[in-house]
């Protein structure tokens, strides 16, 4: 129970339950508090109106014809079956005495004239609240005109009587509302959290139900499912390369300890010795290297090297690499062409695109077969200046594109050609530490790579 308490009081959903509920009550307790003070001090605005006109006109009907036709107008009001249960008249004469009226007792003391003023009466025999107009005349005599308040008092009770049986329909149906604001937000919450807490236990593939809502709590939602599919991802991806490294580090390891294991052997000559150590050290520089591609990877992607960015003319740099790689090309038979449109020039590390550039050709060379065609073409645009990279070779499967960037990947899955499937892993890393963008297309035969780079004249690029 207490930890059920403990989890109520701190409870966003409850509070915001709770705050919409007062503020609705608030709400039409100030409606409600507008209407009534309204409609009483219109209803007093009315009656002080009808009593000035009443007053003046009987105060004028003196003036003209004196205290008996004020008299004799007071009894014609008195007896014309109009308003009887609320008019009030009194004309007292100079010395006290009633002349003529309705009221049996009234405070005439100290009642300055032309005052208006509530105070309990007697009306025919019956207490009551009047609202009274007093006037005194020169020759000491008092008109007064009022009106009975009973029947507005008892109006306003029955305002006040509405306005409270609204006041507990509002509270019902601000408690009904924040109770179903609050179940809606738990609803919502409780998907969000069920959901979240499978995918803690392992089941990755878990996602909350939106449907074809568009609200707030869709919208994160949405969020939500795409952040679990890129977990997945990163996790599938995590563990194919974790079997990747495994692979391809167990394999130069198992050669290595072979061939160690076969030095010892008592028998072998000096000469097998030092060919055994010679195989392992390369076996060794092939793990560092893997290393080295790894660690190549993890500092682009960082972006740890941006301070290193430069002017590079694209030029120079491309026709360095390509005249680096054309013998390797013309002993395999294969042709390597080049061709740079205009000056282009990027703000990039020249030692990475170098390497970028370096790894494309590899690839291209490894892959594309002997006597294939390799060309490799660098124009400048508006924003941004491309590099393709194609050959005429088998290329890579259409429906595995999109995964040839992702670190340790081969279109053959037995692993058995040489290599280690970090080539365009590393390209794509690099472009993107130069914000740019990697495409892979299929060249149909073949596989193009069209790189986009900003062009150097980016003030943002250099990130100093």
Known sequence: MSIMRSGLRHSVVLRMALGYGLLLLVSVAVVSAIFYIGTAGLLARNIDKQLELGARRLVQLHDRQGLSALRQEIFGLLTD???????????????????????????????????????????????????????????????????????????????????????????????????????????????????????????????????????????????????????????????????????????????????????????????????????????????????????????AEAGVRRQNFEPVALRELVGDIVELYQPAAESEGMTLALTVEDEPQVEADRDLLAGMLANLLDNALKYAGHGAAVRVVVRAAAEDVRIEVADDGPGIPPGLLGRATEPFFRADASRYQRGNGLGLSIAAAVVALHRGQLRLEDAAPGLRVVIRLPRGNDGNLSGR
Do not use: C
């Open 81 to 299: 079956d109009q308003d009887v249960n609320t008019e009030i008249y009194q004309l007292d004469a100079p010395d006290g005495s009633v002349l003529i009226g309705n009221l049996d007792r009234w405070h005439a003391t100290g009642t300055a004239t032309e005052a208006l003023l509530e105070q309990p009466v007697r009306r025919r025999g019956q207490d009551t609240l009047g609202r009274l107009l007093v006037h005194r005349f020169p020759d000491g005599a008092v008109l007064v005109v009022g009106r009975d308040l009973q029947d507005q008092r008892d109006l306003e009770r029955m305002v006040l009587a509405a306005l409270a049986m609204g006041g507990l329909i509002a509270f019902a149906l601000a408690a009904g509302g924040a109770l179903l604001v609050r179940l809606q937000l738990q609803r919502q919450l409780k998907a969000i959290h069920r959901t979240t807490a499978e995918v803690a236990a392992g089941r990755l593939d878990r996602r909350i139900t939106v449907g074809r809502s568009r609200d707030e709590f869709a919208m994160v939602a949405r969020d939500v499912n795409r952040m679990l599919d890129q977990i997945e991802q990163l996790m599938n991806s995590a563990r194919d390369v974790s079997n990747a490294i495994a692979h391809d580090l167990r394999t130069p390891l198992g050669r290595i300890r072979a061939v160690l294991e076969d030095a010892l052997h008592p028998q072998q000559p000096p000469q097998a010795l030092r060919e055994a150590a010679t195989s392992a050290i390369d076996e060794i520089d092939a793990v560092t290297r893997l290393v080295d591609k790894l660690l190549q990877i993890a500092e």
